[in-house]
């Protein structure tokens, strides 16, 4: 199990791979982030080597999977952190999957049975995100599905849900509803405030509410959090208004830990 219920579990790194040397940058720093509070937390690095699903058909999308792997290979090699990624169709799953820790379904592919298979099958951890259209108890079937064939590891990803045109609103009950359909938990704080397709073409964002959305979800019970980060979010390719600045990570980043450090100790019951 990948898991480990003693520590608080961290997902972060940029939206998009981009580049081979931002990712070294951002895993460099997740890294040593990791040795100054591994008593405390699980860092997972995550990226995207394709973004599927932009607003527009003109968007960057990525290095593509080829050289994606690649570096994840690299990063797993150089720092030792576990990487995960999303997947956007089953063909995908198992060559991913020989590299990756973690397969990640996004949200607007939770639904898809094929995927979620597939996904499951490879005996690798999934993370399913909630979609921005479900109810929170309904993630039991997309769990359904990614157990079908075997006991696979599945963690379940508060982002938010459609509130009208082009915003969101993060709904807290959906922490303690989704634990009772599988551990861990994790909130979204950077897709968690997006603006979707507000952005002239492409998403918006205000990145000022990721500490809100991100302590809120650990008051409510979330065991992780995710967390998108980069050097420079006004150049980013993809999300560049719901990415944290690498530079302000790590005292976000404690602070979440200190919340959950404190509530655990407190026996906090949500």
Known sequence: MLYDASRFLLISGPCSL?????????????AAFQEAHKEKVQVIFKGSFDKANRTSASSKRGPGMEDGLAWFQEIKDSF????LTDIHSPEQAAPVAEVCDVLQIPAFLCRQTDLLVAAGE??????IKKG???APGDMQYAVNKTTANSPVETWLT????????????????????MKTIATP???????GIQLP?????????QRDLIPTIARSGIAAGADGLFLETHPDPANAISDKDSQWP??????????CIQLWDHLQANCFET
Do not use: K
């Open 158 to 177: 508060e982002r938010g849900t459609t509130f009208g045109y082009g915003n969101l609103v993060v709904d807290m009950r959906s922490i303690p509803v």
């Open 132 to 134: 921005q259209f479900l």
């Open 122 to 127: 490879t005996g690798r951890v999934v993370n």
């Open 197 to 205: 397709g507000a952005g002239s073409g492409q998403s918006s964002g």
């Open 80 to 83: 030792g952190l576990p990487v």
């Open 185 to 191: 938990v994790i909130i979204d704080a950077s897709h």
């Open 18 to 30: 981009e580049s081979r040397d931002l990712c070294f940058s951002v895993a460099e720093a997740m």
């Open 246 to 255: 690498l530079a302000q990570f790590s005292a976000l980043a404690s602070s």
